[in-house]
């Protein structure tokens, strides 16, 4: 086995100094053949993931690099985008002088989250009858449903009763995490009984379509695991949460959504509209990142989340609301470049090395800024200001909770895909007042 990996491992090494465009970026890209190789070889197990356990020697010292999204699974997106990063790499700078080649500073690019080829139309929902469809999970009874298997942790009760707080079901990416750790322990603070029921994957996986698929065990996946389906038949839950995805289209929600209504009529949606990455602050020439190119970054954001959320409206008016973190995070920046936001020392922890920073890496949230997230879904399900909790969070720093309360209440009335406002600004909403 060891000689397996060695010889395809220097098959796609020389593959990648023979071709230094291999694995780059395209609007629909596709792994590269010696990536899927390699793949194939080390997810020894066969389920579309390589984890840690699967892997030793060069490869497994570098697992965590190679798990952009540090969801403990390496995709075979992300070995693909490791080796096209490994060729482009800039020479190393010796000590006391300049890169051995190039002009030394390289601009930083973001990892735009160009998504997986999807054909037209997408067979995910309304092709009952088409052969690859035949068994999804959505056809089938509820009580068959509930009887399916589910795999990985358990996730609780099917179904809960109703009480002072709404009953969830979610999914989602790993962006998504933070918030759904800590809006359990937010809306406990404010007195709430709160269920949330989440099946996640990380990168394009946890996106909207690829969790469908999952679930109902078609197209992208072989078995269908309908954490989310199976407590959805019960009729006994109030909303969901989504990770919107790059290239998302209309029917995806649309699948969810009749779905979702079948058997809980009065269920409203919800979906995250992201935010900028560190690296969208370095314009053209520029050195460090500055603020009006995040800003520029988060309109095009809100743009197409505006688009998406449009489009939705026509089949289903105000039924889907944004969960405005792009506009949260903005006000963070805004204040940190002010010098207003108490205790975040840096930008990109893995880039400056400073702890609390807003990223953890370029586009994973930093310590900290999952209390920043879990606000921004506790204002847009409740419409209510996390500033009314009165219980105090354990948190390292009571400066900076009271300024997210603050900046997570002010995205979600700004933004009016949030449906939610407060026109006498004393933290309530005012459909909920």
């Known amino acids: 086995m060891k000689n397996t990996l060695l010889i395809v491992s220097m098959a796609i090494v020389s593959a990648v100094a023979i071709c230094p465009t291999f694995g780059a970026e395209r609007d629909q890209p596709a792994v590269a053949p010696p990536a899927q190789r390699l793949f194939k070889v080390l997810d020894k197990n066969g389920d579309g993931a390589i984890t840690s356990s699967e892997v030793s020697g060069g490869f497994g010292r570098h697992f965590d690099r190679i798990d952009a999204d540090s969801d403990g699974r390496v995709t075979p997106e992300e070995l693909g985008a490791a080796l096209a990063a490994r060729a482009n790499r800039q020479p190393k700078t010796p000590k006391g002088g300049k890169p051995s080649g190039g002009s030394g500073f390289k601009r930083p690019q973001a990892k735009h989250r160009t998504s997986r080829f999807v054909p037209t139309p997408w067979l995910g929902y309304g092709h009952d009858d088409h052969p690859k469809i035949r068994d999804a999970t959505y056809l089938k009874k509820p009580e068959d449903i509930r009887t399916i298997r589910l795999t990985g942790k358990s996730k609780g009760q099917l179904s809960y009763p109703k009480s002072s707080g709404l009953r969830i079901v979610a999914t989602g990416h790993s962006w998504m995490w933070p918030g759904y750790g800590t809006l359990p322990k937010i809306a406990k603070a404010a007195g709430l009984d709160q269920q949330l029921r989440v099946n996640g994957r990380g990168g394009e996986l946890g996106g909207i379509r690829m969790m469908w698929e999952l679930e109902n065990g078609i197209l992208s996946s072989g078995r269908a695991n309908p954490v989310c389906m199976s407590a959805i038949t019960t009729g006994k839950w109030d909303a969901m949460i989504w990770g919107c995805y ?188």
């Not at 743009?303 to 489009?311: E, G, R, V, W």
């Not at 039924?319 to 792009?326: A, E, S």
């Not at 807003?358 to 506790?378: K, N, P, Q, T």
């Not at 209510?384 to 209440?409: G, T």
Request: aromatic share 12%; net charge positive; glycine share 8%.
């Open 246 to 433: 790059t290239n998302d289209r209309p029917e995806y929600y649309f699948a969810w959504i009749e779905f979702c209504m079948k058997f809980n009529p009065k269920m409203e949606f919800y979906v995250f509209n992201a935010w900028p990455q560190w690296a969208d602050g370095f314009g053209e020439g520029d050195r460090a990142p500055k603020i009006e190119n995040y800003r520029a970054r988060a309109a095009k954001i809100k743009k197409t989340s505006a688009k998406l959320i449009s489009d939705i409206d026509k089949r289903y008016p105000n039924k889907v609301h944004v969960l405005p973190t792009c506009d949260a995070m903005m006000s963070a920046l805004e204040l940190y470049f002010q010098g207003k936001l108490p205790g975040v020392k840096g930008l990109n922890r893995r880039a400056d090395g400073k702890s609390p920073s807003i990223w953890s890496d370029g586009g994973h949230l930093g310590a900290g800024m999952d209390r920043l997230e879990g606000y921004v879904f506790y204002a847009t399900l409740y419409q209510k200001s996390p500033e009314l909790i009165k219980a105090r969070l354990k948190f390292h720093n009571d400066e900076l909770d009271k300024v997210f309360r603050k900046i997570a209440w002010q995205a979600v009335v700004n933004n009016p895909l949030s449906d939610v406002t407060d026109k006498n600004k004393n933290g309530v909403g005012d459909a909920v007042e």
